[in-house]
């Protein structure tokens, strides 16, 4: 039976998101609300960034065992059954060691999941409804991200002064759980059966690997490597040390340097009016790039994304009381994230052009977790020695290290452009 594509992509994205959202950004509220210090947070919520950066590693095994089809809904069934983990551990006098080593096997069933996710799109539809649907996967992932880092933050919140830290967040991770299980029981009726998506016979699967080999020596020989991967690792340098300490700076009270915001209040602000400022800044840069192409609007892009970082040093200075000033400057932080994080999507697809094209861009990609990982794991002892307005300052500083790697780089001119695009196709 053919399905259509609407019965499944929106909800395959969407389960993308929300297991990626919980582990890197919804623990950390929910580590600081437990007491957990900043620089703990920040080290170990970064670290949960390897399996993305890794994922590389074993995707071969998403093509040589089973079908991507099954790997989807066995990663589903594996992250609901975590979630609940989660909620059972975090009443346990040991539930900071015990629910990261459970994050961490979550984000290890995640980047499973879109290995096998974005390989059954590719399968499952051709490339004309591909292309078409490549804002809606954009839209649904960001949908989760509003699911997980506002809704739930929000409904802890409710729960939190009623019954208690542990039991607030136990439940909405109980919800996070039902929503996974039953993501994976929608998704083994609807999600399609190309004849293509099923496992490769040995001798295909020894080809695949040397195949990989094969990438990665041509990835490392793209002429200026050293100016790409530059690019690549340190284009968000700040806004990977910034992100770890958004949510806590709301939350820690007045007299630690913070704004004193309750757990409802970091949902709706940073959950929810961030998440669909950074959405609007995205598409806005999209279209922007489609007018006039990712040369042109490169410096404008780099200078939007990082001039807002100066609203938290002024945040921090003054610590406002009013919550809608706050939540404003939150999503005007966030809007020029978002509008600038489109110049690094293109440069992704630039450097990944030419032979190998999807598995050069998941190389690229590989190297943006890990520019998130490194600079975040010091984020939080750097804010513990420095306070909130020296470290904000600090990642005012860090934002010269992503104006220097945007002059090393040399687009080609009109990549990008709508004309462009529609010349090479």
């Known amino acids: 039976m053919t399905r259509s594509a609407w019965s499944w992509v929106p909800s395959l994205y969407f389960a993308e998101g929300v297991p990626y959202?919980?582990?890197?950004?919804?623990?950390?509220?929910?580590?600081?609300?437990?007491?957990?210090?900043?620089?703990?947070?920040?080290?170990?919520?970064?670290?949960?960034?390897?399996?993305?950066?890794?994922?590389?590693?074993?995707?071969?095994?998403?093509?040589?065992?089973?079908?991507?089809?099954?790997?989807?809904?066995?990663?589903?069934?594996?992250?609901?059954?975590?979630?609940?983990?989660?909620?059972?551990?975090?009443?346990?006098?040991?539930?900071?060691?015990?629910?990261v080593a459970l994050f961490a096997a979550m984000a290890l069933f995640s980047a499973t999941h879109d290995i096998a996710a974005d390989g059954f799109y590719l399968l499952g539809l051709p490339t004309d409804q591909q292309a078409a649907l490549v804002g809606v996967r954009s839209t649904f992932y960001r949908i989760a991200v509003i699911f997980g880092q506002g809704g739930l933050v929000v409904l802890a919140g409710f729960f939190e002064p009623r019954l208690g830290i542990p039991v607030a967040w136990a439940i909405a991770l109980v919800l996070a759980a039902a929503m996974m299980a039953a993501l994976a029981g929608y998704h083994r009726w609807s999600l399609p059966q190309p004849s293509a998506d099923r496992s490769q016979?040995?001798?295909?699967?020894?080809?695949?690997?040397?195949?990989?080999?094969?990438?990665?020596?041509?990835?490392?020989?793209?002429?200026?490597?050293?100016?790409?991967?530059?690019?690549?690792?340190?284009?968000?340098?700040?806004?990977?040390?910034?992100?770890?300490?958004?949510?806590?700076?709301?939350?820690?009270?007045?007299?630690q340097g913070g704004l004193g915001l309750t757990t409802s209040q970091v949902g709706v602000a940073y959950g929810t009016v961030g998440v669909v400022a950074l959405l609007a800044g995205g598409l806005l840069g999209g279209v922007a790039i489609a007018t006039r192409g990712l040369r042109w609007w490169l410096w404008p892009m780099v200078f939007i994304m990082h001039a807002p970082d100066l609203i938290f040093v002024l945040l921090s200075q003054l610590q406002p009381q009013n919550f809608y000033l706050i939540a404003a400057a939150v999503a005007v932080e966030q809007f020029g994230y978002g509008f600038g994080f489109t110049a690094y999507t293109m440069?992704?697809?630039?450097?990944?052009?030419?032979?190998?094209?999807?598995?050069?861009?998941?190389?690229?990609?590989?190297?943006?977790?890990?520019?998130?990982?490194?600079?975040?794991?010091?984020?939080?002892?750097?804010?513990?020695?420095?306070?909130?307005?020296?470290?904000?300052?600090?990642?005012?500083?860090?934002?010269?290290?992503?104006?220097?790697?945007a002059a090393l780089v040399d687009i080609p001119r009109g990549f990008g452009r709508r004309q462009e695009r529609d010349t090479q196709t």
Request: hydrophobic residues 55%; charged residues 10%.
């Open 201 to 255: 016979p040995l001798d295909d699967g020894r080809s695949l690997l040397g195949g990989i080999g094969h990438t990665f020596v041509g990835f490392f020989q793209k002429p200026r490597i050293g100016a790409l991967l530059a690019f690549l690792l340190l284009y968000r340098l700040a806004e990977a040390q910034l992100v770890k300490l958004v949510a806590p700076f709301l939350l820690d009270g007045r007299d």
């Open 347 to 405: 440069f992704m697809i630039w450097v990944a052009d030419g032979e190998h094209k999807t598995s050069c861009y998941a190389i690229c990609t590989a190297f943006m977790a890990l520019g998130m990982m490194l600079p975040g794991m010091w984020s939080g002892w750097l804010q513990q020695l420095l306070g909130y307005h020296g470290f904000f300052l600090w990642v005012v500083a860090s934002t010269i290290p992503g104006f220097a790697v």
């Open 21 to 99: 959202v919980l582990v890197m950004s919804v623990s950390v509220v929910l580590y600081k609300r437990l007491g957990v210090d900043n620089s703990s947070i920040a080290l170990y919520t970064s670290l949960l960034y390897l399996p993305w950066v890794l994922k590389g590693g074993w995707s071969p095994l998403v093509d040589l065992v089973s079908s991507k089809r099954r790997w989807i809904v066995g990663c589903q069934a594996l992250l609901a059954l975590s979630l609940l983990a989660v909620a059972a551990a975090l009443t346990s006098s040991v539930f900071f060691p015990l629910t």
